[in-house]
């Protein structure tokens, strides 16, 4: 008999808690905390990192050669597919 009471009161606890909305929008707000002194160094800019920055044409170049790549060996095991399927066709007719 308690379990089935203290299901009840739990169950009427969530009931007024879902129904009470200043109640989810405190819990969704989050804490602003500045950032220290470690955090801060760490998100400067090194001037000894400078050398390795990609650049955006070199980035496009080489993103468009893996495009074109891709490309020519898809299209390369489409070819070799189709050339094996041929065959085989041919294969089966002369028997």
Do not use: W
Request: hydrophobic residues 35%; contains cysteine; positive net charge.
């Amino acid at each position: 008999m308690a379990s089935l009471l203290n299901k009840t009161q739990f169950f009427s606890h969530l009931r007024s808690s879902t129904q009470n909305p200043n109640l989810f929008a405190q819990q969704s707000r989050g804490f602003h905390i500045d950032l220290g002194d470690r955090e801060k160094a760490l998100l400067e800019k090194d001037p000894a990192l400078s050398k390795f920055k990609s650049h955006k044409q070199s980035v496009k170049r080489i993103k468009r050669f893996g495009d074109v790549l891709t490309i020519i060996v898809v299209a390369g095991c489409c070819y070799e597919i189709y050339v094996k399927a041929t065959t085989r066709a041919e294969a089966r007719k002369q028997e």
